[in-house]
């Protein structure tokens, strides 16, 4: 395959739950569609950071690209190798399931709950090294392990690697659950929320860190966050790209620098407002939006997912689902028909408490 071959890609991909009403014996079964419709190519050694409010489908999404969930309906390719028929061997896999559980590895939130307590941090670091690398004896994964730690500044090693979970910190922890990850030479790191529950002085030290290590080797990162701040440092800083979830769907795509100077779908522009620790130009003094609650994934609005809360809204968003198209630079990209100079949406009746503001084109 090319070198400008994606490493992972995702087609058309729907991801969606069974409920079972246990909740509420007097409702049926629900589908909950947690991700809709989804396209995303990761090349080699890019960085992606996906932002979105909790209930936007974002982890769903990130699980799905390092194959722990999988699509109800589309595929999830690893270097054009479909995940979920080399797991199941529906046919003579190009690369075996193993290569791939290797190449995407995931980081969460709470690496304390992902580490053994009852283990060294050593044991934890050596436990996926003999089952990977075979043939390293016992002193070479202890020289493997130790130059990591020292690698990633848990200085001396010798005392960090003998240490239990309960004696590091929650920055320690995370470090640790890094260099677990970068053990197996993956080709795709998921950092699922992997600074949020640090403190902020800790965070910028430990997206420094990730980065740092990205690059040295030769890594591609999808990060998952609800900050925005968060995400826009890790992209900005890798030349990376920033998407937006929104119930579900990828609502825009494309260079943190362009998409948070430029936002092209009403809900960036929302999420922009909410973080004034971008410091970026100032915004309106209230918040572009009409509706402050996020609707029912059970039950997602028909149309255009954001126009029960979108400021521009027309009847053609409340019946039409927008197609995502390029924008500005060819790889930014926005599902929403503000963004089409002939839409049908300029000729539409804008919804209650909305408007059509032709100065907003």
Not at 285 to 295: F, H, L, N, S, W
Request: charged fraction near 25%; proline fraction near 8%.
């Amino acid at each position: 395959m090319s070198a400008d071959d994606p490493v992972v890609s995702m087609s058309g991909v729907d991801i969606h739950f069974e409920m079972d009403g246990t909740l509420n014996p007097f409702e049926g079964p629900r589908t909950v569609q947690a991700v809709d419709g989804v396209d995303l190519d990761i090349p080699e050694n890019d960085v992606v950071a996906i932002v979105g409010e909790s209930g936007s489908g974002k982890t769903t999404l990130g699980k799905a690209a390092v194959g722990l969930q999988q699509p109800s309906s589309g595929t999830v390719t690893f270097r054009g190798q479909d995940i979920w028929n080399a797991k199941k061997r529906f046919t003579n896999p190009s690369i075996p399931y193993s290569e791939i559980r290797q190449s995407l590895q995931i980081i969460h939130q709470d690496p304390g709950s992902s580490l053994n307590p009852h283990r060294t941090v050593e044991a934890s670091l050596a436990e996926p090294l003999k089952t990977v690398q075979t043939e390293l004896g016992p002193e070479d994964r202890e020289a493997r392990i130790l130059a990591m730690l020292e690698r990633v500044g848990m200085t001396p090693p010798h005392d960090y690697a003998r240490r239990y979970p309960h004696q590091l910190s929650g920055g320690e922890k995370q470090r640790v659950a890094l260099v677990r990850a970068l053990l197996m030479n993956p080709d795709l790191i998921l950092a699922d929320e992997a600074v949020s529950a640090l403190d902020v002085s800790l965070r910028v030290e430990v997206m420094d860190l990730m980065l740092e290590l990205q690059g040295a080797f030769d890594t591609s990162f999808l990060f998952i966050s609800h900050d925005l701040s968060n995400a826009r440092y890790l992209a900005e800083h890798a030349d990376g790209r920033l998407g937006v979830m929104y119930l579900g769907e990828l609502v825009e795509l494309g260079g943190a620098e362009e998409v948070l100077r430029n936002p092209q779908h009403p809900y960036t522009k929302v999420l922009k407002w909410a973080t004034p620790s971008l410091g970026i130009e100032e915004g309106p003094a209230e918040p572009p939006v009409r509706e402050i609650d996020i609707p029912d994934p059970v039950d997602p609005p028909s149309g255009c997912r954001f126009h029960t809360r979108c400021p521009y809204a027309t009847e053609h968003c409340r019946e039409m689902t927008p197609d995502r198209r390029s924008v500005g630079e060819a790889s930014h990209r926005v599902s929403c028909f503000r963004s089409e100079e002939d839409s049908e949406y300029w000729h539409s009746d804008p919804l209650e408490g909305a408007s059509l503001d032709a100065d907003e084109r």
